[in-house]
């Protein structure tokens, strides 16, 4: 694979998932902020643009990768369907797994670590935000979605949903996006990249650590919507119209 600087990041990521490890290796935000070029996002960053394209020409030729799903070739509606069932679940269920810990040691360990009420606050209000924007794909995005999928292989037509065009609906979502990608970036910052201090019991490390995870899933998450899902649903709107 011939790697250029002014590829876009979030069409290589769609291409080849693996190149995501390398993008967060360098701290380059590859899903809300996926539609910069390579050579702009380096340059922001004061990264050797370079070190970059040989990490990414690594990891396209690493065929024990373990790889991964071609999502860009899944129909939208199974696509959907996936984001739905395992990343709107995991949403749902970590929440409620992660707040109990991070309630405790707040309770054990603010005094000596003020930061972990602000991390406390910033995931209560990422999930809570979350959960309601979930909502909205789940009641007007998707289903949107899946009728254009059935409309297209049946031949037929869509009627002109009351938000107008799929765009609308788009944009809010992926202004969604960038609210909770800056939250959990400032949760990185906090806790200076999930890294448990010395006096941290197990409970503490193991809350750092669902953390780091939660964000690890929401970055797929938000990928597989920016990336592909969206465009895609774009694309497919303009055609059957």
Same mark, same amino acid.
């Given at each position: 694979?011939?790697?250029?600087?002014?590829?876009?990041?979030?069409?290589?990521?769609?291409?080849?998932?693996?190149?995501?490890?390398?993008?967060?290796?360098?701290?380059?935000?590859?899903?809300?902020?996926?539609?910069?070029?390579?050579?702009?996002?380096?340059? &922001?960053?004061?990264?050797?643009?370079?070190?970059?394209?040989?990490?990414?020409?690594?990891?396209?030729?690493?065929?024990?990768?373990?790889?991964?799903?071609?999502? &860009?070739?899944?129909?939208?509606?199974? $696509?959907?369907?996936?984001?739905?069932?395992?990343?709107?679940?995991?949403?749902?269920?970590?929440?409620?797994?992660?707040?109990?810990?991070?309630?405790?040691?707040?309770?054990?360990?603010?005094?000596?670590?003020?930061?972990?009420?602000? +991390?406390?606050?910033?995931?209560?209000?990422?999930?809570?935000?979350?959960?309601?924007?979930?909502?909205?794909?789940?009641?007007?995005?998707?289903?949107?979605?899946?009728?254009?999928?059935?409309?297209r292989q049946k031949g037929t037509?869509?009627?002109?949903?009351?938000?107008?065009?799929?765009?609308?609906?788009?944009?809010?979502?992926?202004?969604?996006?960038?609210?909770?990608?800056?939250?959990?970036?400032? +949760?990185?910052? $906090?806790?200076?990249?999930?890294?448990?201090p010395e006096d941290a019991c197990?409970?503490?490390?193991?809350?750092?650590?669902?953390?780091?995870?939660?964000?690890?899933?929401?970055? $797929?998450?938000?990928?597989?919507?920016?990336?592909?899902?969206?465009?895609?649903?774009?694309?497919?709107?303009?055609?059957?119209?």
């Amino acid at each position: 694979m011939n790697i250029q600087k002014d590829q876009i990041i979030g069409e290589l990521v769609a291409q080849d998932y693996r190149a995501s490890s390398v993008f967060k290796k360098y701290g380059i935000d590859f899903c809300c902020q996926g539609n910069t070029t390579i050579g702009e996002a380096c340059a &922001k960053k004061d990264i050797n643009p370079e070190a970059v394209l040989n990490d990414l020409e690594a990891a396209a030729q690493n065929a024990n990768g373990g790889g991964t799903a071609d999502y &860009k070739s899944w129909p939208l509606d199974l $696509l959907a369907d996936y984001i739905e069932k395992k990343h709107h679940r995991y949403v749902e269920e970590k929440s409620l797994e992660i707040k109990p810990y991070l309630d405790k040691i707040c309770q054990v360990h603010g005094g000596r670590h003020p930061e972990l009420f602000e +991390i406390n606050e910033l995931f209560t209000a990422s999930v809570g935000e979350l959960a309601k924007h979930m909502k909205k794909e789940e009641l007007v995005l998707f289903p949107f979605i899946r009728k254009m999928v059935n409309a297209r292989q049946k031949g037929t037509s869509v009627e002109a949903p009351h938000f107008g065009t799929v765009q609308n609906p788009i944009q809010t979502m992926m202004a969604e996006h960038d609210n909770e990608g800056e939250r959990f970036r400032k +949760i990185e910052a $906090l806790s200076k990249g999930y890294a448990p201090p010395e006096d941290a019991c197990n409970t503490y490390r193991v809350t750092l650590s669902l953390l780091k995870e939660f964000e690890d899933d929401l970055h $797929l998450h938000i990928h597989l919507e920016n990336n592909i899902l969206f465009p895609k649903a774009a694309e497919m709107e303009k055609a059957l119209n």
